[in-house]
């Protein structure tokens, strides 16, 4: 096995002429769970990038003085404590006060966020109260309310301490010489605490011991990724393997709306993990997820009113506490450039590939090592989500729009152009020029567009049969693809790109989470229920070239984030062709494979897996029997668009690819899968020789223009008089153009949080806005110190940026 991974290595040429789909010929990806211990790699040339996101100030430092080496800032990670909320018993007897809302609650407060940021980060992270990220967008729409949530939930472990007391004594325990007991027994709680990074073990073992102070014994699991998941993640929660977790996400993009991060960490609609499905959130809570996620509303007011109190519930509710978004760093070697995201780093954004290059090299090979390979199986359904699996796999598929890794704004990828339709006096804006949009009065969903599936008949449900009476939305999206693009994109096994592929993608989405389907999905019927509140209807205009239109009451703030792109329809997991996910079907309908790990776990069955690992032999016998039958998946639908000889030439491509690369990991994106090794933890992408696309097609996305914010005025202020501040907003000493802003936005806190009043800037010249204190503003100041905290929004990236000042108000 060694042998095998002794890979050629090739060597660049500086030829100017731009290659298709990716600069580099290959990219090895290795694991490396030390930081430490990757620096040294990096500086002897081992590796050429570790995609982690690192928090570590002392490394951080021995990065920027060393010349071969260079970093990206990543703004899109954070840290929380994920509990267990089961019970309030588990299936032994054991009490799990974590299944007690108001202890969850109390955790806030029992916890001070500040010191984690400053003491076990750094000073390379901020305070996180709340779900939203402080430098994407929402939170300066919504500011106000985290400002006084933040006052609310202050650091106060007395009070914590008082609140738990009451609920545990209520829970049937008592205190016994301080310790926490139940039933006979200390009532111990399972930690499971990652131990890659000082910062992630430092941050468990400071909750750790804030619960050991108030009486609990905690039992410190140190893992490491593979070996926490088995126990958190893939788990029955009833078995209480666990109660605890210390929770890393990152944001692939940067959101321009979060509305949608409620129903994942809320509710049971997103996530098919055991944990998740287990939620039982606040109903009030649970439909103002929902409300988020379809945007339910008609405008911003309407909308920021929703989000205050889905902020206000998700604390009480707290299935976990957020603690630091961490500011970090992806250190590369100096020579290397990369299409790095915001939010995701270059791990979250499916340009990596494409833009992966070593200085003016075209060819050869890049090394990059992460902190866990392997972690779950792919699969593109309800597969493995988790960072270190999405990373590869957004190398191996494409899409209709590309996410713009400053903004997080669409742009067309595949899509030729589109025009959006919504209903008069809603807050949409079009920006970047590639979107028609429309204000109308009326937008009628056509009678023959289809409006839902039908999992008994396996047929699609029109307009006209789900709504007799006729239905009107908010919004319509036409999408045009260009004439050549069934005949330029193609899957890696050479398979062309079809409309089936599409279509196909459609009904699974809906059929998995119907009772009376032949693959039905506990885990995803909350999911299809939740969509079914705003879809409306899908209508196919033209079937090559390809023109379609989505309509629902869904909408976004930007035009181009209204286009639906159903190339894929849920890119959350990858991308596969019907041919592949065919296999998996016949697989889950014999229940010998799923899709989900909820439903494997409940059958009995292997967690489905394209990419290795036991499920191939039983996918390669399901290829075998759809070769035979010429096998065609929801046939009395798709047989339109299917034809028996179109599938015996793709499962037959299908089976030329296995028997060459001993995996059924078909995609269609820049690079292809060549091997995943899972032993020695190593994967292998190659270019795609029949990708379509040239390497530079999206080169300019080079530099984030992150604003820096500098604010002066005076140091006393009179209560009743006016004053005047100044903001300075530039981006690398030279002034942000006006053009360049959307907005300037300011809050006065007083000494102890509070809110005490809001406003916005006025532009003065670039780089360049005024804020004036009216005489009326100044009279509601109270006598003492006052924050000036001043929000800069800019167009250019999609986070936004702070600066504050400190003045006293005098009578």
Same mark, same amino acid.
């Given at each position: 096995?060694?042998?095998?991974?002794?890979?050629?290595?090739?060597?660049?040429?500086?030829?100017?002429?731009?290659?298709?789909?990716?600069?580099?010929?290959?990219?090895?990806?290795?694991?490396?769970?030390? &930081?430490?211990?990757?620096?040294?790699?990096? !500086?002897?040339?081992?590796?050429?990038?570790?995609?982690?996101?690192?928090?570590?100030?002392?490394?951080?430092?021995?990065?920027?003085?060393?010349?071969?080496?260079?970093?990206?800032?990543?703004?899109?990670?954070?840290?929380?404590?994920?509990?267990?909320?089961?019970?309030?018993?588990?299936?032994?007897?054991?009490?799990?006060?974590?299944?007690?809302?108001?202890?969850?609650?109390?955790?806030?407060?029992?916890?001070?966020?500040?010191?984690?940021?400053?003491?076990?980060?750094?000073?390379?992270?901020?305070?996180?109260?709340?779900?939203?990220?402080?430098?994407?967008?929402?939170?300066?729409?919504?500011?106000?309310?985290?400002?006084?949530?933040?006052?609310?939930?202050?650091?106060? !472990?007395?009070?914590?301490?008082?609140?738990?007391? *009451?609920?545990?004594?209520?829970?049937?325990?008592?205190?016994?010489?301080?310790?926490?007991?139940?039933?006979?027994?200390?009532?111990?709680?399972?930690?499971?605490?990652?131990?890659?990074?000082?910062?992630?073990?430092?941050?468990?073992?400071?909750?750790?011991?804030?619960? *050991?102070?108030?009486?609990? @014994?905690?039992?410190?699991?140190?893992?490491?990724?593979?070996?926490?998941?088995?126990?958190?993640?893939?788990?029955?929660?009833?078995?209480?393997?666990?109660?605890?977790?210390?929770?890393?996400?990152?944001?692939?993009?940067?959101?321009?709306?979060?509305?949608?991060?409620?129903? !994942?960490?809320?509710?049971?609609?997103?996530?098919?993990?055991?944990?998740?499905?287990?939620?039982?959130?606040?109903?009030?809570?649970?439909?103002?997820?929902?409300?988020?996620?379809?945007?339910?509303?008609?405008?911003?007011?309407?909308?920021?009113?929703?989000?205050?109190?889905?902020?206000?519930?998700?604390?009480?509710?707290?299935?976990?506490?957020?603690?630091?978004?961490?500011?970090?760093?992806?250190?590369?070697?100096?020579?290397?450039?990369?299409?790095?995201?915001?939010? #995701? !780093?270059?791990?979250?954004?499916?340009?990596?590939?494409?833009?992966?290059?070593? #200085?003016?090299?075209?060819?050869?090979?890049?090394?990059?090592?992460?902190?866990?390979?392997?972690?779950?199986?792919?699969?593109?359904?309800?597969?493995?989500?988790?960072?270190?699996?999405?990373?590869?796999?957004?190398?191996?598929?494409?899409?209709?729009?590309?996410?713009?890794?400053?903004?997080?704004?669409?742009?067309?990828?595949?899509?030729?152009?589109?025009?959006?339709?919504?209903?008069?006096?809603?807050?949409?804006?079009?920006?970047?020029?590639?979107?028609?949009?429309?204000?109308?009065?009326?937008?009628?969903?056509?009678?023959?567009?289809?409006?839902?599936?039908?999992?008994?008949?396996?047929?699609?449900?029109?307009?006209?049969?789900?709504?007799?009476?006729?239905?009107?939305?908010?919004?319509?999206?036409?999408?045009?693809?260009?004439?050549?693009?069934?005949?330029?994109?193609?899957?890696?096994?050479?398979?062309?790109?079809?409309?089936?592929?599409?279509?196909?993608?459609?009904?699974?989405?809906?059929?998995?989470?119907?009772?009376?389907?032949?693959?039905?999905?506990?885990?995803?019927?909350?999911?299809?229920?939740?969509?079914?509140?705003?879809?409306?209807?899908?209508?196919?205009?033209?079937?090559?070239?390809?023109?379609?239109?989505?309509?629902?009451?869904?909408? &976004?703030?930007?035009?181009?984030?209204?286009?639906?792109?159903?190339?894929?329809?849920?890119?959350?997991?990858?991308?596969?062709?019907?041919? @592949?996910?065919?296999?998996?079907?016949?697989?889950?309908?014999?229940?010998?494979?799923?899709?989900?790990?909820?439903?494997?776990?409940?059958?009995?069955? *292997?967690?489905?897996?394209?990419?290795?690992?036991?499920?191939?032999?039983?996918?390669?016998?399901?290829?075998?029997?759809?070769?035979?039958?010429?096998?065609?998946?929801?046939?009395?639908?798709?047989?339109?668009?299917?034809?028996?000889?179109?599938?015996?030439?793709?499962?037959?491509?299908?089976?030329?690819?296995?028997?060459?690369?001993?995996?059924?990991?078909?995609?269609?994106?820049?690079?292809?899968?060549?091997?995943?090794?899972?032993?020695?933890?190593?994967?292998?992408?190659?270019?795609?020789?029949?990708?379509?696309?040239?390497?530079?097609?999206?080169?300019?996305?080079?530099?984030?223009?992150?604003?820096?914010?500098?604010?002066?005025?005076?140091?006393?202020?009179?209560?009743?008089?006016?004053?005047?501040?100044?903001?300075?907003?530039?981006?690398?000493?030279?002034?942000?153009?006006?053009?360049?802003?959307?907005?300037?936005?300011?809050?006065?806190?007083?000494?102890?949080?509070?809110?005490? @009043?809001?406003?916005?800037?006025?532009?003065?010249?670039?780089?360049?806005?005024?804020?004036?204190?009216?005489?009326?503003?100044?009279?509601?100041?109270?006598?003492?110190?006052?924050?000036?905290?001043?929000?800069?929004?800019?167009?250019?990236?999609?986070?936004?940026?702070?600066?504050?000042?400190?003045?006293?108000?005098?009578?």
């Amino acid at each position: 096995m060694v042998a095998v991974l002794l890979f050629a290595v090739t060597v660049g040429s500086f030829a100017s002429e731009v290659p298709i789909g990716t600069w580099v010929d290959e990219v090895v990806i290795v694991l490396e769970e030390s &930081a430490a211990t990757a620096i040294t790699r990096l !500086q002897v040339g081992d590796i050429d990038v570790y995609a982690n996101t690192l928090p570590d100030p002392v490394i951080f430092q021995m990065v920027r003085n060393d010349p071969t080496l260079g970093y990206y800032s990543a703004f899109g990670s954070y840290s929380e404590i994920t509990f267990n909320t089961v019970g309030p018993n588990f299936n032994d007897g054991r009490l799990n006060p974590f299944n007690n809302r108001r202890i969850r609650e109390a955790m806030n407060i029992l916890v001070d966020r500040e010191y984690v940021a400053q003491e076990v980060y750094g000073g390379l992270a901020a305070p996180k109260l709340t779900i939203l990220n402080s430098v994407f967008a929402d939170y300066a729409r919504v500011v106000e309310d985290i400002k006084l949530l933040e006052t609310k939930y202050a650091p106060n !472990q007395e009070r914590a301490e008082e609140i738990i007391s *009451e609920e545990m004594v209520a829970m049937g325990a008592e205190r016994v010489n301080g310790v926490w007991h139940y039933d006979g027994s200390p009532v111990v709680l399972t930690f499971v605490i990652r131990n890659e990074d000082e910062q992630r073990q430092g941050l468990g073992d400071y909750v750790a011991s804030q619960l *050991e102070k108030i009486g609990f @014994t905690v039992e410190r699991l140190y893992r490491n990724g593979a070996q926490a998941n088995p126990i958190w993640l893939q788990s029955d929660p009833w078995e209480g393997q666990w109660n605890l977790y210390t929770g890393l996400w990152g944001s692939p993009v940067v959101y321009r709306d979060q509305g949608h991060n409620f129903n !994942q960490m809320y509710t049971d609609r997103v996530m098919s993990y055991p944990p998740f499905q287990a939620l039982t959130p606040i109903p009030e809570l649970e439909h103002l997820a929902e409300v988020l996620a379809n945007k339910d509303f008609t405008s911003i007011e309407e909308r920021a009113e929703a989000y205050g109190r889905a902020l206000e519930l998700s604390l009480q509710d707290s299935p976990r506490i957020f603690m630091v978004d961490v500011l970090g760093f992806v250190p590369k070697r100096a020579e290397i450039s990369v299409a790095s995201d915001l939010a #995701g !780093q270059l791990t979250g954004t499916t340009l990596w590939a494409s833009t992966l290059r070593r #200085g003016e090299e075209v060819g050869g090979r890049v090394t990059i090592a992460i902190p866990s390979v392997l972690v779950n199986p792919w699969n593109p359904i309800a597969g493995s989500n988790m960072t270190w699996d999405q990373f590869p796999i957004r190398a191996t598929m494409d899409r209709g729009i590309t996410v713009d890794p400053f903004t997080g704004n669409y742009w067309p990828n595949r899509i030729e152009r589109a025009e959006v339709y919504v209903r008069e006096g809603l807050p949409v804006e079009e920006s970047l020029g590639w979107v028609d949009l429309e204000f109308v009065e009326e937008i009628v969903v056509p009678e023959d567009a289809w409006a839902s599936w039908d999992p008994v008949e396996q047929r699609f449900i029109t307009v006209a049969e789900r709504f007799p009476e006729g239905v009107t939305v908010e919004r319509m999206s036409r999408v045009y693809f260009p004439a050549d693009f069934f005949e330029k994109a193609k899957w890696h096994d050479g398979s062309p790109v079809s409309i089936g592929d599409i279509l196909f993608w459609f009904i699974i989405e809906f059929d998995r989470g119907m009772e009376g389907s032949p693959i039905f999905d506990e885990s995803k019927k909350s999911d299809v229920q939740s969509t079914l509140q705003s879809f409306r209807g899908f209508r196919i205009v033209s079937e090559d070239p390809l023109v379609y239109e989505w309509y629902s009451n869904s909408w &976004a703030l930007d035009a181009e984030m209204n286009v639906t792109d159903l190339f894929p329809l849920d890119p959350n997991y990858g991308k596969s062709p019907w041919h @592949t996910l065919a296999l998996g079907m016949l697989a889950e309908m014999n229940e010998e494979l799923a899709f989900s790990q909820d439903k494997a776990r409940k059958i009995g069955a *292997e967690w489905l897996g394209f990419q290795g690992g036991p499920s191939l032999p039983i996918l390669a016998k399901y290829l075998e029997q759809a070769i035979e039958e010429g096998y065609i998946p929801y046939e009395n639908a798709l047989g339109k668009y299917i034809s028996k000889e179109e599938a015996l030439t793709r499962y037959n491509n299908a089976k030329a690819w296995y028997n060459d690369k001993e995996h059924f990991w078909i995609g269609d994106g820049p690079m292809y899968l060549e091997k995943a090794y899972a032993v020695e933890s190593t994967i292998h992408l190659k270019r795609n020789p029949l990708y379509s696309e040239p390497a530079d097609k999206w080169s300019m996305f080079d530099e984030p223009r992150i604003a820096e914010v500098a604010v002066s005025g005076p140091a006393r202020v009179n209560r009743g008089k006016e004053a005047s501040f100044e903001v300075e907003v530039t981006f690398k000493d030279e002034p942000y153009k006006l053009e360049h802003m959307k907005e300037v936005k300011f809050l006065i806190l007083d000494s102890r949080g509070n809110l005490i @009043t809001t406003g916005m800037g006025e532009p003065v010249e670039d780089g360049l806005f005024k804020i004036n204190l009216t005489p009326e503003i100044t009279a509601q100041l109270p006598i003492g110190s006052n924050t000036l905290d001043v929000i800069a929004v800019p167009l250019l990236v999609g986070g936004a940026s702070f600066g504050h000042i400190n003045f006293v108000t005098l009578p």
